[in-house]
């Protein structure tokens, strides 16, 4: 069973996403577990404000640090260890940010491999940098771009790790010859009718080596029409 808390300042955009199609199943059968956290209820101040302007100047809000620190001793179990904070053990915390390293395959595999993955999201001009200094133990990027928040780059991470815990999605297996340490193998697929016409004398047809009902000649023409996406 892998865990992953989201914290962000819109739970109800995660909560959503965890109650449909594989993942709510992957929760049912008790392989995953997708909690969304609230910033604000972890906010002392009587509105329950989260963000302030910018020391320095400059447009839009940042989020503060200690409501965040408050939410990571609870859902990471960070507690002070030589001088620093760590959380418990198998617990990773992930700050979501588009100057953070590249999300990729391989490090979805590595991730996969965690008790509990814990997702900071940003919102308007960022998070103060004492979390990304002093509280994540890693920065990722989904890419190069800006988004509103954080909370679909976490959700981008938690499916492609998700896909990658045994049972699921399809049968114990299913992935073992599609994923290598380099990443995961992917090729074009089709499937019924054979011939597809979308209008008079034009005729889509699916590759006569995937009708063949051969292995061997199916594995060669996926070897040769396919990717392994993540390798280095
Ligand atoms: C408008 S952005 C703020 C950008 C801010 N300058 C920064 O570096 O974090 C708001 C939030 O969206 C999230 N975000 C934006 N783009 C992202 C990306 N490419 N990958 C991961 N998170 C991203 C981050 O959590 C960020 O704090």
Known sequence: MITFEVITIFPELVEKFATESLLKRAVDKKLLKITA???????????KNVDDSPYGGGYGMVLKPDAVFRALKKVAGLKPANKKFLPSRG????????????????????LSQ????VFIC?????????????????????????????????????ETVSRLIPGVIGKPGFLD???????????AQYTRPAVF????????????ELLSGDP???KAWRQKHGKTVGKP
């Open 197 to 208: 016409s979308p209008q008079k004398a034009i005729n889509w047809k699916v590759p006569r």
């Open 114 to 117: 965690e008790k509990k993955l």
């Open 91 to 110: 617990t990773k915390i992930i700050l979501l940010t588009p100057r953070g390293k590249r999300f990729d395959q391989k490090m979805a595999a590595k």
């Open 216 to 218: 061997k000649v199916v």
């Open 37 to 47: 956290r609230n910033l604000r209820d972890f906010s002392l101040e009587k509105h």
């Open 177 to 187: 010859d599609r994923c290598t340490k380099d990443g995961f193998f992917e090729s």
């Open 122 to 158: 940003g919102r308007y001009e960022g998070i103060d940098e004492r979390v990304a200094k002093h509280m994540a133990n890693v920065e990722l990027s989904i890419g190069d771009y800006d988004l509103m928040g954080g909370e679909i780059a976490a959700m981008v991470i938690i």
